[in-house]
């Protein structure tokens, strides 16, 4: 799953890693939302919110939509530095390892939580969040040559409508499309799902969410590091 690369990847591990990082995703979207009533994965969302806050004069309140927006790009830039320089060296685990450091961040951020559960505040704790959601999103992209986006809801709906259409058409069109349908179908539902469980697990065990799937995280990419050290 966090070792082939573009061509190499088969439509089942793509499939396995969209199903994994998008139900994660999904939850940890829904979390920041109840916290904060901010998205953490949905950047469309949090731009727009910032120009409305600006097209209204409320600078203050705009800020930290701005603030999020630039956590997820510095995740993803960080993640695809270390990647590119993994790659330059020929580490096949680098995908692996950029995942375990997302475990690690989040199972840091459970455990600063429940050790000090006011001590916290809300902002930073979505700020963390988007972080992360750059990282992970980068990783899946970069891996999967932009085929799996765990947190591009937009632009996999739209994706899906595009499928649809080609099924209308000739056999050829409806063969190419279903193999794209059926990733981004499974994102979308794996995300909502995602999201779903992510806010009753909050409700229900509170911090220990996020180490909860950061464990389930290390210990994928813990099997692929060993994985690839094997081969």
Known sequence: ????????????IDLSL???LSSIAGALNAVGFLVAGSFT????????????????????????????LAAFILGA???????????RRGLRSVYAWAVLAEAGLLIGLGVAMLAR????????LVEALSFVMGLQNAVSTMISSARVRTTHVSG??????????ALLGGQGARRAALPRLGLHGLTLLCFALGGIGGALA????????????GAVLAAVALAEIRRAGRR
């Open 202 to 213: 909050f409700a229900g065990i509170g911090a220990w969410l996020f180490v909860g799937t």
């Open 18 to 20: 969209a199903g994994l």
């Open 117 to 124: 559960p006011a001590g916290l505040s809300e902002g930073l």
């Open 77 to 87: 830039t960080l993640a695809a530095l270390a990647i590119q320089s993994g790659e």
């Open 41 to 68: 994965a949905n950047m469309t969302g949090n731009i727009s919110a910032f120009a409305d806050h600006v097209a209204h004069g409320q600078i203050g309140i705009a800020l930290p939509f701005a603030g999020l």
């Open 1 to 12: 799953m966090l070792i082939r690369t573009g061509a190499a990847r088969s439509a089942a």
């Open 156 to 165: 996999m709906a739209t994706d899906i409508g595009i499928g649809l259409a």
